[in-house]
């Protein structure tokens, strides 16, 4: 059984339960996808299955011909996995491989917000907002070092592109599933805009409440 598979943001909602409660949901288009190559250790040192997601009309020969009596797929994604007996080539995957109440991780390309100074991208407070200063409230103050390095050190937050790249969001609960239309409901917001290209894949990490949280849960009663 494949860990994961592609899809798509489709946009966000929301649900009601029986109780009246609303429940933020993002709708996600899961599958189908092809498995359009089989990686063994034998061939390329390691055994892993590729697979493919959304068809289109736009591909190179190169392309084509890797994906030959296959649909013309145009996002391809490699799995590690030690298990590729259970698949084959052209063997088509969907959003069945996930149930309500499953747990799930979801990977893909975040919002590209552009130039952003050191307030918006990493929350500094900024400068003080007296004694005359009036240029350098969001400015970051002074990034380097006195003698000794004596030069601003490497990964010092500083302002830079923000956003536009891979963010995974962990533990989103599966709400509902609609086999039918490959559509997947998760809890809470995904990475990325409408239509961005995602991995949804099993959780790999377990929620776990601390000792602290679930003391104070008991004294709240």
């Known amino acids: 059984m494949a860990e994961g598979l592609l899809g798509k943001k489709v946009g966000m909602a929301q649900l009601f339960t029986e109780k009246g409660e609303v429940i933020p949901v ?16 034998e061939k390329d040192g390691y ?3 590729q697979m493919g997601f959304s068809e289109t009309k736009r591909l190179s020969k190169p392309e084509r011909g890797h994906l030959k009596n296959l649909p013309q797929l145009k996002n391809l994604r490699e799995v590690r996995t030690g ?14 491989l996930f149930a309500a109440g499953d747990l799930v991780d979801v990977t893909g390309i975040s919002k590209g917000k552009g130039h952003a100074g050191v307030v918006k991208r990493h ?10 200063q009036s240029d350098r ?14 030069r601003v050190l490497r990964g010092l937050r ?3 592109q923000m956003g ?16 039918e239309r490959n559509l997947l409901a ?6 990325g805009t409408k239509d961005t290209v995602l991995f949804v894949r099993r959780a790999r990490k377990e929620k776990k409440i601390s000792t602290h949280q679930s003391t104070s849960k008991k004294e709240k009663k």
């Not at 998760?186 to 990475?191: F, I, M, W, Y």
């Open 26 to 41: 993002t709708v996600l288009e899961v599958g189908p996808c092809f498995v359009t190559q089989i990686k063994t250790t």
């Open 47 to 49: 055994t892993a299955v």
């Open 83 to 96: 298990n590729i007996a259970n698949f084959q080539v052209g063997q088509k995957l969907n959003v069945g």
């Open 123 to 132: 929350h500094f407070s900024g400068g003080k907002k007296t004694h005359g």
């Open 137 to 150: 409230m969001r400015r970051p103050g002074s990034s380097g070092a006195t003698t000794t390095p004596g």
């Open 158 to 160: 500083m302002a830079g």
């Open 164 to 179: 536009n790249k891979p963010v995974t969001t962990l533990n989103l609960e599966v709400v509902t599933v609609d086999a």
């Open 186 to 191: 998760v809890k809470g917001a995904v990475p």
